[in-house]
């Protein structure tokens, strides 16, 4: 059998330094693991709110729409100005 050979203070000092570096690497690692997937999910979350709210935005548009077209029929209405110019039958018939 091969004669055993002890290692120095200083020598097991260094191995228990770099194995505990190492085990704080992978404990420091693992929380941002957990940190990431808790961050991402409230992010899916958000998103997927702010889509629920879009649609119902847009499905509220639609219906203001529909009722002024019914109220003032076709035609045309500038933002800027704020103003409807309605659409001649004459042109819808084109």
Known sequence: MAETIQFTEE???SINQLRQEVANVFTQLGQLSIERNRRLD???DLEEQLIEKHKGL???EQDLFKGL???YGDGNYDPTTNTFTPISK???SE
């Open 69 to 71: 077209n019914e109220k």
């Open 58 to 60: 847009q499905q509220q």
């Open 11 to 13: 020598e097991v000092q």
């Open 90 to 92: 004459e042109e819808v």
């Open 42 to 44: 409230e992010l899916d």
